[in-house]
């Protein structure tokens, strides 16, 4: 959609990491110049990193699938997942995603996010959503961190992604505890880029988090937490960082996922 540092797919020696939606499956076919992965490692089952899965499987016939043990059901039917961000995206789920097809289920390996295999140490990390896995290679000391780092993309600030229904604070800051234990020497952001700031990096999502909490309490609709993300966001950057940003973030879809996370807390 010619949008610039949107969605990473990294590669790590025989394995990628969120492949993304099918509509780009092509580049990652492409930028592997006819190797084949060992594995497709999910962060999470969102469709910006994962819809591509079920596409890619059928060329790569070897190849398994790592995902979370609360995802991998809708990765070998994914029909409620199609039918739930269809209720979001309506007639655009093809533009947008492209096919989003089934994964056998001998080709996933469901994982509980706190498994060592091989290279990988796996942390589960809640909080943008319950399925949510970082995959650090110890070797290199490189934290794939999917969302749960935050976003940060054409030199901006970190925004907190905050999607409904699944985000939970207080989990999010158990999980940026723990990616502080393990200490990481850099974070690979699915969007956007590699950072190596990353006690920064994980401090300015904590303040991102504040303050989206704070205006998720004080706007009184979608469109008020909206105009107060887009204010912080231009004076923090710019205008046209900030167009960017929205262009692949809807404000509206932040403000559902706090103001549910906040009444589940206050429940």
């Given at each position: 959609m010619g949008r610039e540092q949107s969605i990473c797919c990294y590669r790590q020696g025989d394995v990628i990491i969120d492949p993304g939606p099918q509509v780009t499956s092509q580049r990652v076919i492409d930028a592997l110049g006819g190797e084949t992965p060992r594995a497709i490692l999910l962060t999470h089952i969102h469709l910006d990193h994962a819809a591509a899965t079920g596409a890619l499987i059928k060329l790569w016939p070897e190849t398994e699938v790592w995902v979370h043990e609360r995802g991998a059901p809708h990765v070998i039917d994914p029909a409620r997942l199609i039918a739930s961000a269809t209720r979001l995206y309506g007639d655009q789920m093809e533009r947008l995603w492209g096919k989003i097809l089934p994964v056998p289920a001998e080709r996933v390996r469901a994982l509980a996010g706190d498994e060592m295999i091989g290279d990988w140490k796996l942390l589960y990390t809640p909080g943008h959503c319950g399925n949510h896995i970082a995959y650090l290679h110890q070797p290199s000391g490189t934290l794939f961190s999917g969302d749960v780092a935050g976003v940060r993309r054409l030199?901006?600030?970190?925004?907190?992604?905050?999607?409904?229904?699944?985000?939970?604070?207080?989990?999010?800051?158990?999980?940026?505890?723990?990616?502080?234990?393990?200490?990481?020497?850099?974070?690979?952001?699915?969007?956007?880029?590699?950072?190596?700031?990353?006690?920064?990096?994980?401090?300015?999502?904590?303040?991102?988090?504040?303050?989206?909490?704070?205006?998720?309490?004080?706007?009184?609709?979608?469109?008020?937490y909206a105009a107060l993300q887009r204010e912080w966001l231009v004076g923090a950057a710019d205008e046209s960082t900030a167009a960017g940003y929205f262009a692949v973030m809807r404000s509206q879809d932040g403000y559902a996922g706090m103001a549910r996370a906040l009444l589940q807390r206050e429940k």
């Open positions: 030199g901006g600030p970190v925004l907190a992604p905050t999607p409904p229904p699944e985000v939970d604070l207080a989990g999010w800051e158990q999980s940026i505890q723990l990616i502080e234990t393990v200490a990481p020497r850099r974070l690979a952001v699915t969007h956007f880029g590699v950072y190596d700031d990353v006690s920064a990096q994980l401090a300015a999502l904590r303040e991102d988090l504040a303050r989206a909490e704070i205006w998720a309490r004080e706007a009184p609709d979608a469109e008020a």
